[in-house]
């Protein structure tokens, strides 16, 4: 494979650059020199907007899941899932990469049947919250068990997305399906490190669609691209708020015309390009 550089970037949490480098077959862009004491990085700090990204509360979202915009994302998650594939109380679905476990929850209270599975400080919120979760010791007498696996902004964060893919793979029955969301690289080709999404202390792993349907591909996954649909309005609404350090639903928000907005915004950033995946037989 051959690399070409993209550029350097400096970090916030831990100052220091971070070069980004990109695969010119497949156009994969990563951080070559990634920080990864997980420990430092996605600790009780990160998980209540002290960390590499200060706009994201998770802490603060499960404690007032009826009032955090994170509730719209919820939402769209579960009604563009329903577009794809059905969803009933006997759904398995597996949210990889939970956090704090909002969308676990929100599923549970639309009677889908949902754990999650998180690493990290977080994963003793989680046991004193309830929120069901298996772990890595886990995973092999899992395999094959859910219908539905959620990645919700993960793949990023992560050195060998493969190797992630893969896993979630074994997890999935065959012909089930992985929804995930990430950032599109593509409309940012040629000004990468201008990319708000750049936060390289946690975004170590960007994709085109193309790129992430050749991981995909690799993972034993048919990559299809159903583009934009019914839930990706509410998962748009939920970005820009959170961009604008909005963390609570209000009456003045919910006047903003978003069908037409989140259409605009997606038109940019081209978030519903990326793929899903289903599992192969």
């Given at each position: 494979?051959?690399?070409?550089d993209?550029?350097?970037?400096?970090g916030?949490?831990?100052?220091?650059?971070?070069?980004?480098?990109?695969?010119?077959?497949?156009?994969?862009?990563?951080?070559?020199?990634?920080?990864l004491?997980?420990?430092?990085?996605?600790?009780?700090?990160?998980?209540?907007?002290?960390?590499?990204?200060?706009?994201?509360?998770?802490?603060?979202?499960?404690?007032?899941?009826?009032?955090?915009?994170?509730?719209y994302?919820?939402?769209?998650?579960?009604?563009?899932?329903?577009?794809?594939?059905?969803?009933?109380?006997?759904?398995?679905?597996?949210?990889?990469?939970?956090?704090?476990?909002?969308?676990?929850?929100?599923?549970?209270?639309?009677?889908?049947?949902?754990?999650?599975?998180?690493?990290?400080?977080?994963?003793?919120?989680?046991?004193?919250?309830?929120?069901?979760?298996?772990?890595?010791?886990?995973?092999?007498r899992n395999?094959?068990?859910?219908?539905?696996?959620?990645?919700?902004?993960?793949?990023?964060?992560?050195?060998?997305?493969?190797?992630?893919?893969?896993s979630?793979?074994?997890?999935?029955?065959?012909?089930?399906?992985?929804?995930m969301t990430t950032?599109?690289?593509?409309?940012?080709?040629?000004?990468?490190t201008?990319?708000?999404?750049?936060?390289?202390?946690?975004?170590?792993?960007?994709?085109?669609?193309?790129?992430?349907?050749r991981?995909?591909?690799?993972?034993?996954?048919?990559?299809?691209?159903?583009?934009?649909g019914?839930?990706?309005?509410?998962?748009?609404?939920?970005?820009?708020?959170?961009?604008?350090?909005?963390k609570?639903?209000?009456?003045?928000?919910?006047?903003?015309?978003?069908?037409?907005?989140a259409r605009?915004?997606?038109?940019?950033?081209?978030?519903?390009?990326?793929?899903?995946?289903?599992?192969?037989?």
């Open positions: 494979m051959v690399f070409d993209v550029g350097i970037v400096a916030t949490v831990n100052p220091r650059e971070y070069r980004l480098r990109r695969c010119r077959s497949c156009q994969f862009v990563f951080v070559s020199n990634p920080w004491e997980y420990g430092l990085i996605y600790s009780e700090d990160y998980y209540n907007g002290r960390g590499a990204d200060t706009k994201l509360n998770y802490v603060e979202e499960v404690q007032h899941p009826t009032r955090t915009v994170r509730r994302e919820w939402r769209g998650v579960l009604n563009r899932i329903r577009t794809l594939t059905p969803v009933t109380q006997q759904t398995k679905w597996l949210d990889y990469g939970c956090g704090t476990g909002g969308l676990v929850e929100y599923l549970r209270s639309q009677a889908v049947d949902a754990v999650g599975f998180e690493q990290g400080w977080c994963v003793e919120l989680l046991k004193r919250n309830g929120t069901p979760t298996i772990d890595e010791a886990d995973f092999e395999g094959g068990r859910f219908d539905i696996v959620s990645g919700i902004e993960v793949i990023e964060h992560t050195p060998d997305p493969v190797a992630v893919l893969r979630i793979r074994r997890l999935l029955k065959p012909g089930g399906l992985l929804f950032g599109n690289a593509e409309p940012f080709h040629d000004r990468f201008s990319w708000r999404y750049v936060t390289p202390e946690v975004h170590i792993s960007y994709f085109e669609p193309s790129t992430l349907a991981a995909l591909e690799a993972a034993e996954f048919k990559p299809i691209f159903p583009g934009y019914p839930g990706w309005e509410d998962i748009i609404r939920y970005k820009l708020l959170m961009t604008l350090r909005r609570w639903s209000s009456p003045p928000e919910a006047i903003v015309p978003w069908g037409l907005l605009l915004v997606d038109s940019h950033l081209k978030l519903s390009a990326q793929p899903v995946g289903w599992a192969l037989s």
